[in-house]
């Protein structure tokens, strides 16, 4: 069976390389492998044009201690999000009251986190971000949670973090979901078939795997042939990470070098003003 692999040269971006790399080691809100969950890898894939064969029988994230995880804050915050919005593409999306209400109640938490109040200080000091915390949750919650339109829908029907962390349905294709918490529940929920893996490598013989490359289908009707995303990583790094590449105009994919880690960062922004199109982070060698 043949691999994939990465051959071109890896040119990591200096600045923004320092700045994901502080990100990264301030997040002490991170979950690890062996204390809050463990993943079951299984067979690999090697096409990333569709989804045609099943090589792991069993479930990705095998074991999840939801009351360890979901006891902190900004991570429960995170998951009553996750139901606030319809999976087709096209349908308008009604943001309640209450919907409205655990937005701003996400951002309040994540605002007061040192990985966000890092973020905010690299951007204030790039002048792309307001000093005033309050105004810094309101430029968050513009890019984050205000809808938008996307092509042939017929209204607001998708927002950054619907496409980024939630996932959405177009046609017999899964677009988006770029985040281990919502895959986790999905696949608990019965809805997520995992299909195999990427052979992406980060490190030399990296015994905790934090990005994976991935396929499933959901509910048998929609597949995703290629899928990356943090593993054990905090909501709140993950917000910090792609409001950082957006706001300091990272449009496309950019090279960086995550403390010991080799990762290709890919944000494309959405219309003329600042939203996510879509950002996800893979390991920048395939093989």
């Not at 090697?46 to 990705?60: E, G, M, P, Q, W």
């Not at 513009?142 to 998708?158: C, E, L, Q, V």
């Not at 992406?200 to 991935?214: F, G, M, N, S």
Request: glycine fraction near 6%; aromatic fraction near 14%.
């Amino acid at each position: 069976m043949a691999y994939y692999q990465d051959d071109s040269a890896f040119e990591a971006d200096g600045d923004l390389s320092d700045a994901i790399s502080k990100l990264w080691e301030m997040d002490d809100n991170k979950c690890y492998p062996g204390q809050q969950y463990e993943v079951d890898l299984q067979g690999y894939v090697t096409s990333s044009r569709r989804v045609n064969k099943d090589f792991a029988r069993d479930k990705l994230i095998s074991w999840f201690d939801e009351e360890e995880i979901f006891s902190r804050p900004t991570y429960k915050a995170f998951r009553d999000l996750l139901d606030n919005y319809e999976l087709e593409r096209g349908e308008v999306e009604v943001v309640t009251w209450e919907e409205r209400k655990e937005n701003w109640e996400f951002l309040s938490l994540i605002v007061e986190t040192p990985v966000m109040q890092e973020a905010q200080r690299i951007l204030v000091e790039r002048g792309k971000a307001p000093e005033d915390t309050d105004d810094f949750k309101k430029l968050l919650h513009d890019i984050w949670f205000k809808m938008y339109h996307r092509r042939g829908g017929r209204g607001p029907d998708s927002c950054s973090f619907e496409h980024v962390f939630v996932g959405e349905g177009r046609g017999d294709e899964f677009i988006g979901l770029h985040n281990w918490l919502q895959f986790y529940l999905q696949e608990k929920a019965g809805n997520i078939n995992y299909h195999g893996f990427f052979r992406r490598e980060t490190l030399t013989d990296d015994e905790i795997p934090r990005l994976i490359a991935l396929q499933f289908s959901w509910k048998g009707i929609k597949s995703k042939p290629m899928c990356s995303c943090f593993l054990g990583t905090s909501p709140e790094f993950e917000i910090a990470v792609y409001t950082l590449c957006l706001l300091l105009d990272k449009d496309g994919k950019t090279d960086c070098q995550m403390g010991e880690y080799e990762v290709e960062i890919v944000v494309h922004s959405h219309g003329f003003k600042k939203k996510l199109g879509t950002a996800y982070i893979a390991a920048a060698r395939l093989y």
